[in-house]
């Protein structure tokens, strides 16, 4: 079984600041992959950035990036020069190579300009 | 290429009635996904098919759900009846094959309202 659990409902950054977001997971699987996913108003699930589990090196994409602790079952995002475009609803995922992804329930990223 | 399409865009149904959802994958994707996202959550695997074969059901409510993937390509999702905590956002995603190291593309989504 697996569970994803993010603990801020709602976050607040001010334009060009850095922000991170939290998520924690459990699973039994030893061969998963990690995902955060952007969700807009309009509704499509964007792929921001993925990790692989064996990977130790923490994934990057721009001026996203991971905190990736295996041991501690942690997968925080950083967004670094937070721009008006990055608010939207930010969801954390897992899931087993052959297995289905599981989401977490969500953080609402507001930027302030 | 095309992404995942999805229609309608909006529904809104009185409680009992029946709907249905269509969902057109990626080209060549023989894996599909519908999710359920009820408001303050995140998405939940209702059932997954790899080409018209149901791989994944164990969270669709089959009294009132259903769904099928004729020849291998687009898939209907119908609820009936449809119930008040029924509504929800419904997702389609489609990946090359089964597994999540392969990717998901999800569509926009259907919101579904009923009243």
């Known amino acids: 079984a697996q569970t994803v659990t993010q603990s801020q409902p709602e976050m607040s950054v001010q334009e060009a600041e850095t922000v991170t977001l939290s998520c924690t997971y459990d699973?039994?699987?030893?061969?998963?992959?990690l995902f955060w996913y952007k969700q807009p108003p309009s509704r499509q699930m964007i792929l921001v950035i993925r990790?692989?589990?064996?990977?130790?090196q923490n994934a990057t994409e721009n001026r996203f990036s991971v905190n990736f602790q295996k041991a501690a079952k942690s997968f925080s995002l950083k967004i670094s020069d937070s721009q008006l475009g990055d608010a939207a609803m930010y969801f954390c995922?897992?899931?087993?190579?052959?297995?289905?992804?599981?989401f977490g329930t969500g953080t609402l990223l507001a930027v302030q300009p | 290429e095309a992404g995942v399409a999805q229609s309608p865009r909006y529904k809104i149904i009185e409680k009992r009635q029946s709907v249905a959802f269509w969902c057109n994958p990626i080209?060549?994707?023989?894996?599909l996904y519908w999710y359920q996202q009820i408001l303050g959550q995140g998405p939940k695997l209702l059932i997954q098919?790899?080409?018209?074969?149901?791989?994944?059901d164990s969270q669709l409510p089959k009294d009132r759900f259903s769904a099928e993937r004729l020849k291998g390509v687009d898939s209907t999702l119908k609820i009936q009846p449809a119930k008040l905590e029924d509504s929800a956002v419904y997702l389609c995603?489609?990946?090359?094959?089964?597994?999540?190291?392969?990717?998901?593309?999800f569509g926009s989504g259907t919101r579904l309202t009923v009243v």
């Open positions: 995603a489609s990946s090359l094959g089964v597994g999540v190291n392969y990717g998901y593309t």
């Open positions: 699973t039994s699987e030893s061969d998963y992959y």
């Open positions: 990790q692989e589990a064996y990977k130790q």
């Open positions: 995922a897992c899931g087993g190579a052959t297995n289905k992804l599981i």
């Open positions: 080209s060549g994707h023989a894996t």
């Open positions: 098919f790899q080409n018209n074969g149901v791989v994944d």
